[in-house]
């Protein structure tokens, strides 16, 4: 007779056939292995800690637990052995670690009360919405750099990929870092939806066991508790929400992106990035290949794929534990966070290398009537003509210019009067002077002085503004690092404890 090598088989006669333990099983406990291992070690701290609180385990069973829980520890994910599709699940497999070295009569209470997967997903995505926080925190203080270094860089910009208005380098990139600050406004709030607490749950009715799941919680560094016990199984929604919120940050990026993509073309000649972040061609010598920018863009696709993926494999489901929750959500929510914390990291030295050719945006800025609503409003002001009529006469000034082969820079208070008398059928009373003055670009942005503006005051304050948020949510988001980390603390004091039989 061979072996009984089962943990919680014993209501099926037949062991786990070939098909279904390398369809389902197998990389079912790879997948966990590696994303829970550290998950699950933690959670079996905190519920051994508690049962012997609760004095539902003795205090020997307790010490035996949780010296056997340090050992696996200490032994790494090498300890856990060779994956067995009798004992089927990763979380029995540390079981059978367990009892290997203690006994089923005292590794054998590990499971009082609860389910195990809850709350490993949790766990993890908590740590890595860290991460990923952080690198948009990086990304936003380089952008920052760059923007106080160019807040004098004058430059058009366009709508519908035309040449609109002219603003400077540090305006439209104050404007990024905005969104990006939104973004990790969202992330956080992910983060605390995500940083609650599902142990004690049981399948979903609890259990009659006199458990304290808020000590548990607190052991974990959760904020609180999932209280219904049915929701804790059947929820997804915390990681939809993650996954939305790395959907909407990487179409951030992405744009982002396309822009310093397009800038740094011949065509553009805006800006240039790093060698050590540029690719070559094995045909065509002269190439220098801002690689980068195309892989954070595909990223971008990919992680929205994923959120998609992650709705679509929910949306019909039942609310309760299934595997569609416990095991098909999180893989595709992982996978966006890790190829977005990546793409952060990414950019943030690409970005440190960035080379701005100020002339070249000035040049462009001068050349293609994009300061021409200055001058619409200049005529405004100084006349008795409604903004319309002003705005009829630079539109037809705009006309006649590149009918007669001239940029901006070559427009004078003759050419206006030929369209002022095309339009109205009487001149102006402006000069050489003012309408060079508002078609010049460096003119044309210290004149916007609105809040938000591109003028030195207004921008000025927006970058000691965005400087100041920068540094305030660093700070929050250590704080939410060091909270883990007191936890933890408190946890593995309350575990020695207990392992020095020092606990009344």
């Known amino acids: 007779?061979?072996?009984?090598?089962?943990?919680?088989?014993?209501?099926?006669?037949?062991?786990?056939?070939?098909?279904?333990?390398?369809?389902?099983?197998?990389?079912?406990?790879?997948?966990?292995?590696?994303?829970?291992?550290?998950?699950?070690?933690?959670?079996?701290?905190?519920?051994?800690?508690?049962?012997?609180?609760?004095?539902?385990?003795?205090?020997?069973?307790?010490?035996?637990?949780?010296?056997?829980?340090?050992?696996?520890?200490?032994?790494?994910?090498?300890?856990?052995?060779?994956?067995?599709?009798?004992?089927?699940?990763?979380?029995?497999?540390?079981?059978?670690?367990?009892?290997?070295?203690?006994?089923?009569?005292?590794?054998?209470?590990?499971?009082?009360?609860?389910?195990?997967?809850?709350?490993?997903?949790?766990?993890?995505?908590?740590?890595?919405?860290?991460?990923?926080?952080?690198?948009?925190?990086?990304?936003?203080?380089?952008?920052?750099?760059?923007?106080?270094?160019?807040?004098?860089?004058?430059?058009?910009?366009?709508?519908?990929?035309?040449?609109?208005?002219?603003?400077?380098?540090?305006?439209?990139?104050?404007?990024?870092?905005?969104?990006?600050?939104?973004?990790?406004?969202?992330?956080?709030?992910?983060?605390?939806?995500?940083?609650?607490?599902?142990?004690?749950?049981?399948?979903?009715?609890?259990?009659?066991?006199?458990?304290?799941?808020?000590?548990?919680?607190?052991?974990?560094?959760?904020?609180?508790?999932?209280?219904?016990?049915?929701?804790?199984?059947?929820?997804?929604?915390?990681?939809?929400?993650?996954?939305?919120?790395?959907?909407?940050?990487?179409?951030?990026?992405?744009?982002?992106?396309?822009?310093?993509?397009?800038?740094?073309?011949?065509?553009?000649?805006?800006?240039?990035?790093?060698?050590?972040?540029?690719?070559?061609?094995?045909?065509?010598?002269?190439?220098?290949?801002?690689?980068?920018?195309?892989y954070s863009r595909f990223t971008a696709t990919h992680v929205i794929g994923e959120m998609t993926g992650a709705f679509a494999s929910l949306h019909n489901v039942n609310y309760q534990d299934t595997k569609d929750v416990e095991e098909g959500l999180a893989p595709p929510v992982f996978r966006a966070l890790s190829e977005t914390t990546a793409i952060l990291d990414l950019l943030t030295g690409v970005f440190s290398t960035v080379e701005v050719d100020a002339e070249a945006m000035k040049r462009q800025a001068a050349r293609h009537f994009a300061s021409c609503t200055e001058l619409a409003a200049v005529i405004h002001r100084a006349t008795d003509l409604s903004f319309r009529s002003a705005h009829r006469i630079v539109g037809n000034l705009v006309l006649r210019a590149i009918r007669q082969g001239k940029d901006a820079t070559q427009v004078d208070a003759a050419l206006v009067n030929e369209s002022a008398q095309d339009v109205l059928g009487r001149d102006l009373p402006l000069d050489d002077a003012m309408v060079s003055g508002a078609l010049d670009p460096e003119s044309f942005v210290q004149s916007h002085t609105v809040k938000g503006g591109p003028a030195r005051e207004p921008l000025q304050a927006a970058l000691a503004e965005a400087g100041e948020r920068a540094r305030a949510d660093r700070e929050r988001v250590d704080a939410l690092a060091d909270g883990l980390d007191t936890a933890d603390t408190t946890l593995n004091t309350a575990v020695e404890q207990w392992l020095q039989g020092r606990v009344a």
């Open 1 to 294: 007779m061979s072996e009984d090598r089962r943990i919680s088989r014993e209501r099926l006669e037949g062991h786990p056939g070939e098909i279904y333990t390398r369809t389902i099983l197998k990389p079912s406990y790879d997948f966990m292995l590696e994303h829970y291992f550290e998950g699950l070690i933690q959670a079996n701290k905190a519920w051994t800690v508690m049962l012997a609180e609760r004095d539902i385990i003795p205090e020997d069973t307790a010490a035996g637990l949780l010296d056997a829980i340090r050992s696996l520890e200490a032994d790494g994910r090498d300890g856990m052995g060779e994956f067995d599709p009798q004992v089927e699940y990763f979380y029995s497999t540390m079981e059978r670690y367990l009892i290997a070295r203690v006994g089923e009569t005292i590794a054998g209470d590990i499971n009082i009360g609860r389910t195990r997967p809850e709350p490993l997903v949790r766990i993890v995505m908590r740590d890595r919405l860290i991460e990923t926080m952080r690198g948009v925190l990086a990304l936003r203080e380089q952008l920052l750099a760059l923007a106080e270094a160019h807040r004098d860089t004058v430059m058009p910009l366009g709508t519908h990929m035309q040449h609109a208005q002219i603003t400077t380098l540090g305006h439209y990139l104050v404007g990024m870092i905005n969104a990006l600050e939104r973004d990790l406004d969202r992330l956080l709030a992910a983060w605390h939806r995500c940083n609650f607490c599902t142990l004690g749950c049981g399948a979903l009715a609890g259990s009659s066991y006199d458990i304290d799941r808020d000590r548990v919680a607190e052991l974990l560094g959760f904020e609180g508790l999932i209280e219904n016990t049915n929701d804790c199984v059947g929820a997804g929604d915390y990681m939809l929400e993650s996954v939305a919120a790395l959907a909407n940050l990487m179409t951030t990026v992405s744009r982002l992106c396309q822009d310093f993509y397009i800038w740094h073309t011949q065509e553009f000649g805006y800006i240039s990035i790093g060698d050590d972040y540029s690719g070559s061609s094995s045909m065509m010598p002269q190439k220098k290949n801002p690689y980068p920018f195309e």
